[in-house]
Structure formats: C-alpha cells, structure tokens
C-alpha cells in the first residue's frame, strides 16, 4: 500500500510504504481528489524515488521551500539515472545542488538571459559524468520542456564529479 504523506500538486506526492520507508511518486494526476492518509493506486505510479536516508528527506524539504517540484522531482529522475544505469554513487547534498543548478539554468532561459558556462571540457577525464550530464539534459528537456543548450552538460557533469 501506498499512503499519502503530502501532495505537492496532482501529479506528485510523498508517500510512506508498507515497510514505512517513505518515497516521491509521479505519474499523471496520481493524487487528483486525493488527501493526506489516502492510497495511491500503484498502476498510476509512473516514477518512484526513495527517500532512503534521513538526510535526503531533510534534503527535500528544504529544496521545497524555494524550487518547484517539477525541478525537485526531475533532478531526482537524473540522480536516480546517475546510480542505476550508470553505477554512479553521489551524496546527498547533489541533490540540492543540482536542483538549484538547473532551477538557475530553467530561469535564465525562460527569462531569455542564459549565458554560457565557461567549465572547461573534461570529458576525456570524467567520461561517466559527461555520460549522466548528457543524459540529464535529455531528461530536463523531456520533463520541463526546455531545450538546454549543449554546454549545459559540461556544468551539470561537474555536480557528478563534485559529488
């Protein structure tokens, strides 16, 4: 069973599990007329992200306070690509950071004042990084229907090689 902790908007909450772990779920209008103590229908659940650590729980809301949870959840999505496809173990603070990263990048562009970063190209050193930052501007444009310039994945890979 799956039970509504909180709901941040129809398509996303947080819910506790069976074994009292908590986690985000996503899926399309998953918690539409829905309140806190009701259950989730699990065949609406289109992504989950576990809240394994007391620390990513702090972590979250403390991101709630100041990004929104499209941001919140599609950074989720990128480190949960990072550590299951890729095999790529982070700490818990990337998700703060990188939360705030792309909520800065999504901003400037919408605001039509992006410049480009000047991070220097190290893909030939960190080839997993580049990896998860090109498959992480793939999912921000996916998820928040922004087309990220490419230099972005030099500035997100980094978040990868600082964490």
Do not use: W
């Not at 506790?16 to 399309?28: C, E, H, P, T, Y």
């Amino acid at each position: 069973m799956l039970t509504i902790v909180q709901i941040f908007n129809n398509n996303v909450a947080l819910i506790k599990l069976n074994d009292n772990r908590q986690a985000i779920v996503k899926g399309k209008g998953i918690v539409f007329q829905k309140k806190k103590g009701d259950q989730v229908d699990v065949n609406q659940v289109e992504k989950i992200f576990y809240l394994e650590t007391a620390e990513s729980k702090e972590n979250l809301y403390f991101l709630l306070k100041d990004i929104p949870i499209d941001i919140v959840t599609t950074t989720y999505e990128i480190v949960d690509v990072a550590q299951k496809t890729f095999g790529f173990s982070v700490l818990d603070y990337v998700y703060i950071t990188l939360s705030d990263h792309i909520y800065g990048v999504y901003k400037r562009i919408q605001a039509n004042d992006y410049h480009e970063s000047l991070v220097p190209d190290m893909h030939t050193e960190y080839p997993t990084e580049y990896a998860i930052g090109r498959k992480a501007v793939e999912i921000v444009s996916n998820n928040l229907h922004i087309q990220l310039p490419n230099s972005e994945v030099k500035s997100i890979a980094l978040h990868f090689i600082n964490a």
